[in-house]
């Protein structure tokens, strides 16, 4: 194991704290943080995505924010295959990798055995579930996910047809999901000196952690900046239907009102969250950390840093 590269992993729901935590962590152990979000990597999406900002970095690098315009398409082995170049790239350097987000996917192709070479295709299948995407509607087409592939209905928004159909579409070829058909059950080897955990609380303070993200990005602005981007881009692309942006895009097509938005996006929020901790909580390799048993962002870096010495630091 020791000739392994080390590796410390941040995650839990939105809103718990996890790049507070990670900045104050990288400032006690040489650390760099890796983005493990899939909203991050879009340039010009800062307040929906809550992208923290120069200043809020402290001079800690960050890596995989801000590398491809919303109107480009990212996918997760291109995730994959960044996010393995750059622990290589930190640990040469002298530094540890902190791997640090929301985003289950991207987290388990990189401390996984993960191989993204396509699943088959099926053009006639696939039209014709788009076509009862169109009669049923979305959130009956990702039911029908859960239903199958649980795991993946659990980390895509009911909203994101297009993947929802692709989950189904390999589902009903290989029998199996989307993630066991990509992820190598037969190669157990450890990638890394592993080290995970996860940022939790009560729900009800979490949610209320939520809401007040939601009103603090209204507050910076996130109405212009929805209203920007939809002058710039394609307003149905993937990157604009994610959470936060296509909630305001209704409100300015005149769909709904601001307020009805908002109270939205903080319900979709929620269960967004949820469903992160659904993903999170089936990682045996956790070690899960609540927030209210610390007085504040600095004690729970400091605990995490107590659990990786001697094995990944020495302080």
């Given at each position: 194991?020791?000739?392994?590269?080390?590796?410390?992993?941040?995650?839990?729901?939105?809103?718990?704290?996890?790049?507070?935590?990670?900045?104050?962590l990288?400032?006690?152990?040489?650390?760099?943080?890796?983005?493990?979000?899939?909203?991050?990597?879009y340039?010009?999406?800062?307040?929906?995505?809550?992208?923290?900002?120069?200043?809020?970095?402290q001079?800690?690098?960050?890596?995989?924010?801000?590398?491809v315009?919303?109107?480009?398409?990212?996918?997760?082995?291109?995730?994959?295959?960044?996010?393995?170049?750059?622990?290589?790239?930190?640990t040469?350097?002298?530094?540890?990798?902190?791997?640090v987000?929301?985003?289950?996917?991207?987290?388990?192709?990189?401390?996984d055995h993960?191989?993204?070479?396509?699943?088959?295709?099926?053009?006639?299948?696939?039209?014709?579930?788009?076509?009862?995407?169109?009669?049923?509607?979305?959130?009956?087409?990702?039911?029908?996910?859960?239903?199958?592939?649980?795991?993946?209905?659990?980390r895509?928004?009911?909203?994101?047809?297009?993947?929802?159909?692709r989950?189904?579409?390999?589902?009903?070829?290989?029998?199996?999901?989307?993630?066991?058909?990509?992820?190598?059950?037969?190669?157990i080897?450890?990638?890394?000196?592993?080290?995970?955990?996860?940022?939790?609380?009560?729900?009800?303070?979490?949610?209320?952690?939520?809401?007040?993200?939601?009103?603090?990005?209204?507050?910076?602005?996130?109405?212009?900046?929805?209203?920007?981007?939809?002058?710039?881009?394609?307003?149905?692309?993937?990157?604009?239907?994610?959470l936060?942006?296509?909630?305001?895009?209704?409100?300015?097509?005149?769909?709904?009102?601001?307020?009805?938005?908002?109270?939205?996006?903080?319900r979709?929020?929620?269960?967004?969250?949820?469903?992160?901790?659904?993903w999170?909580?089936?990682d045996?390799?956790?070690?899960?950390?609540?927030?209210?048993?610390?007085?504040?962002?600095n004690?729970?870096?400091?605990?995490?840093?107590?659990?990786?010495?001697?094995?990944?630091?020495?302080?």
């Open positions: 194991m020791k000739e392994l590269r080390p590796l410390v992993v941040i995650v839990g729901p939105t809103a718990s704290g996890k790049t507070d935590v990670a900045i104050e990288a400032k006690m152990v040489r650390g760099e943080v890796i983005s493990a979000d899939s909203m991050l990597v340039r010009g999406m800062d307040v929906g995505t809550a992208k923290p900002t120069p200043e809020e970095m001079g800690i690098p960050h890596h995989l924010i801000d590398i315009n919303p109107d480009e398409e990212f996918s997760v082995a291109m995730y994959q295959s960044a996010a393995e170049k750059l622990i290589t790239e930190i040469g350097r002298g530094n540890l990798p902190l791997l987000g929301g985003t289950g996917l991207y987290v388990r192709s990189v401390i993960y191989d993204f070479t396509p699943a088959p295709r099926d053009e006639g299948l696939r039209e014709k579930l788009k076509q009862q995407a169109a009669t049923m509607g979305a959130e009956a087409m990702h039911r029908k996910l859960a239903a199958v592939d649980p795991a993946s209905a659990a895509l928004h009911p909203n994101d047809t297009r993947r929802v159909i989950a189904l579409e390999v589902y009903y070829q290989t029998g199996k999901s989307i993630t066991e058909y990509q992820y190598s059950q037969q190669n080897t450890p990638k890394y000196r592993l080290k995970m955990f996860g940022l939790t609380m009560d729900r009800q303070l979490l949610y209320r952690r939520i809401e007040q993200r939601v009103d603090l990005m209204l507050q910076r602005g996130l109405v212009e900046e929805v209203r920007q981007l939809m002058q710039r881009y394609d307003a149905w692309g993937t990157a604009l239907q994610g936060g942006y296509k909630e305001i895009i209704a409100y300015i097509k005149g769909e709904c009102t601001l307020e009805e938005a908002v109270e939205i996006l903080k979709n929020t929620r269960r967004f969250a949820k469903r992160q901790l659904t999170f909580k089936a045996k390799r956790i070690h899960w950390l609540y927030m209210e048993d610390y007085s504040n962002k004690a729970v870096a400091n605990e995490i840093a107590k659990q990786i010495a001697g094995e990944l630091i020495t302080l």
